[in-house]
């Protein structure tokens, strides 16, 4: 059936701003990686040049290109796996029956998603300090030595991923209890008369109906994951020895340190290619064990 006019007129709006600031910028990007546009065609654009695919192709031949996909892909690995663990059980307890001052607790543990991350990321670098900071204070009291936290190539990322964990986990323990909530209670009711454990109700019937909501936030959480960059900026600059470069990090550099925008476009565009490769692969993982017509084996 095709859509009246007066449809097409209520749309127009959201798809003139969608193609105006989205889809222009975007193809405005593509020509640009296959350009060198640098400071010199920014001066002049008789500068610039067309050299189709030789942005990429250079990128792949960059050893910090593939460092810094590493950084991301092991932030994305580690981070991932404990933002979702980290949303979920915080759900889970906000959601049990026995949890009192739930408001409370979900505004507090919300609390760091709304803040801003520069102002904590100042935080957490003077908590990790190697000389004053809190966390050495602590060990110091165990009698651990100190850890160059954010100094020693080994501590840095793992540190960038406790406070990203910590920073972002509160969004999805929203969502997720908002799943929690929807599951029927009958269900833990006719489970418990039949004599099923607390585990066997978490793995039979919440696991099962948090599907959706699962696959839903790890695709949101990759994708926020993968463009790390805040994090490492304020924190560590990309050190030590460049152990903490990103993707995101190395377009940025490569685009408003260097002005090399042909390069950092290119960058942009492999790492959506990277970020949709990973969401396909969820998708088809998804489905693994469904009928066609979507529901269990």
């Given at each position: 059936?095709?859509?009246?006019?007066s449809?097409?007129?209520?749309?127009a709006?959201?798809l003139?701003?969608?193609g105006?600031f989205?889809l222009l910028?975007?193809?405005?990007?593509?020509?640009l990686?296959l350009?060198?546009?640098?400071?010199?065609?920014?001066?002049?654009?008789?500068?610039?040049?067309f050299?189709?695919?030789?942005?990429?192709?250079?990128?792949?031949?960059r050893?910090?290109?593939?460092?810094?996909?590493g950084?991301?892909?092991?932030?994305?690995?580690?981070?991932?796996?404990?933002?979702?663990?980290?949303?979920?059980g915080?759900?889970?307890?906000?959601n049990?029956?026995?949890?009192?001052?739930?408001?409370?607790?979900?505004?507090?543990l919300?609390?760091?998603?709304v803040t801003?991350?520069?102002?904590?990321?100042?935080?957490w670098?003077?908590l990790?300090?190697?000389?004053?900071?809190?966390?050495?204070?602590?060990?110091?009291l165990?009698?651990?030595?100190p850890?160059?936290w954010?100094?020693?190539?080994h501590?840095?990322?793992?540190?960038?991923?406790?406070?990203?964990?910590?920073k972002n986990?509160?969004?999805?323990?929203?969502?997720?209890l908002?799943?929690?909530?929807?599951i029927?209670?009958?269900l833990?009711?006719?489970?418990?008369?039949?004599?099923?454990s607390?585990?066997r109700?978490f793995?039979?019937?919440?696991?099962?109906?948090?599907?959706?909501?699962?696959?839903?936030?790890?695709?949101l959480t990759?994708?926020?994951y993968?463009q790390l960059f805040?994090?490492?900026y304020?924190?560590?600059?990309?050190?030590?020895l460049?152990?903490?470069?990103s993707?995101?990090?190395l377009m940025?550099?490569?685009?408003?340190?260097w002005?090399n925008?042909?390069?950092?476009?290119?960058v942009?565009?492999?790492?959506f290619?990277?970020?949709?490769?990973?969401?396909?692969?969820?998708?088809?993982?998804?489905?693994?064990?469904?009928?066609?017509?979507?529901?269990?084996?």
């Amino acid at each position: 059936m095709k859509p009246p006019r007066s449809a097409w007129l209520f749309l127009a709006p959201a798809l003139v701003v969608l193609g105006v600031f989205f889809l222009l910028p975007v193809l405005a990007a593509l020509v640009l990686s296959l350009t060198d546009y640098d400071l010199y065609a920014l001066a002049d654009l008789r500068n610039l040049r067309f050299v189709g695919f030789g942005n990429y192709w250079a990128l792949l031949q960059r050893p910090l290109f593939w460092s810094a996909l590493g950084h991301t892909v092991y932030f994305v690995a580690v981070g991932v796996p404990l933002s979702m663990g980290a949303s979920l059980g915080a759900a889970l307890l906000l959601n049990s029956p026995l949890a009192r001052c739930k408001a409370l607790f979900r505004t507090a543990l919300f609390a760091p998603v709304v803040t801003t991350v520069v102002a904590v990321a100042v935080i957490w670098r003077y908590l990790f300090n190697t000389r004053y900071g809190m966390a050495n204070h602590l060990l110091d009291l165990l009698g651990i030595h100190p850890i160059d936290w954010l100094g020693d190539p080994h501590w840095a990322m793992p540190t960038i991923i406790a406070f990203a964990v910590w920073k972002n986990f509160g969004y999805n323990m929203i969502i997720f209890l908002a799943g929690l909530q929807a599951i029927p209670p009958e269900l833990y009711e006719a489970a418990r008369i039949d004599g099923a454990s607390s585990w066997r109700q978490f793995r039979h019937i919440t696991l099962p109906m948090l599907k959706p909501t699962l696959l839903m936030v790890a695709i949101l959480t990759v994708s926020g994951y993968f463009q790390l960059f805040a994090e490492p900026y304020v924190m560590t600059e990309g050190g030590p020895l460049q152990s903490t470069v990103s993707v995101l990090y190395l377009m940025y550099d490569d685009g408003f340190k260097w002005w090399n925008l042909g390069s950092a476009s290119a960058v942009a565009f492999l790492l959506f290619l990277l970020m949709f490769a990973a969401t396909v692969l969820m998708l088809k993982l998804s489905r693994r064990g469904e009928h066609p017509d979507g529901g269990p084996a």
